[in-house]
């Protein structure tokens, strides 16, 4: 797993005790097209005067034919925030909802609300948000995370 960082000191910091970890200082490569990710999950970042000032942990997916995404605020424990990421939710729930692979699954409740975690997720796909900023997304192995503090990385597990 890389992770970058402004100083290789902050990074050993970040990541004491992680195994298999690559520090990276400066920047790492990047698309700016969302139309060229490939991946169905990943993160977004907003960036002001090169510093990361925003993370999302997002997912792709097709509906109707048409490709979709759908990303989370991460780092920001604030009320506003966390209802804001629940509309995002309400907004795939339908998708999610429609979802049916097996004749026994009803294909209903993928998502799921409360005050403290709402996500929406099945069978390999999946995003999430916690009330105090930790968002994460999920397709198959590869997960992404945005935590509470800001730390945000992707691995395959």
């Given at each position: 797993m890389k992770f970058c960082f402004i100083?290789?000191?902050?990074?050993?910091?970040?990541?004491?005790g992680m195994?298999?970890?690559?520090?990276?200082?400066?920047?790492?490569?990047?698309?700016?097209?969302?139309?060229?990710?490939?991946?169905?999950?990943?993160?977004?970042h907003e960036v002001v005067n090169n510093i990361i000032t925003t993370s999302y942990a997002c997912i792709t997916y097709t509906e109707n034919g048409t490709r979709k995404d759908a990303c989370v605020k991460g780092a920001d424990s604030t009320p506003e925030t966390y209802a804001s990421n629940q509309a995002i939710f309400r907004s795939i729930e339908l998708y999610f909802n429609t979802l049916d692979y097996s004749e026994s699954d009803t294909g209903k409740d993928y998502?799921?609300?409360?005050?403290?975690?709402?996500?929406?997720?099945?069978?390999?796909?999946?995003?999430?948000?916690?009330?105090?900023?930790?968002?994460?997304?999920?397709?198959?192995?590869?997960?992404?995370?945005?935590?509470?503090?800001?730390?945000?990385?992707?691995?395959?597990?």
């Open positions: 100083s290789e000191e902050e990074c050993e910091l970040q990541t004491e195994e298999n970890t690559t520090c990276v200082q400066g920047s790492m490569e990047y698309e700016t097209d969302v139309t060229n990710i490939s991946q169905n999950n990943y993160l977004k998502c799921s609300f409360d005050d403290y975690i709402s996500n929406c997720s099945y069978d390999s796909l999946g995003l999430g948000a916690t009330s105090d900023g930790h968002v994460s997304s999920v397709y198959g192995s590869s997960y992404c995370d945005v935590t509470f503090d800001g730390l945000s990385f992707c691995r395959e597990e």
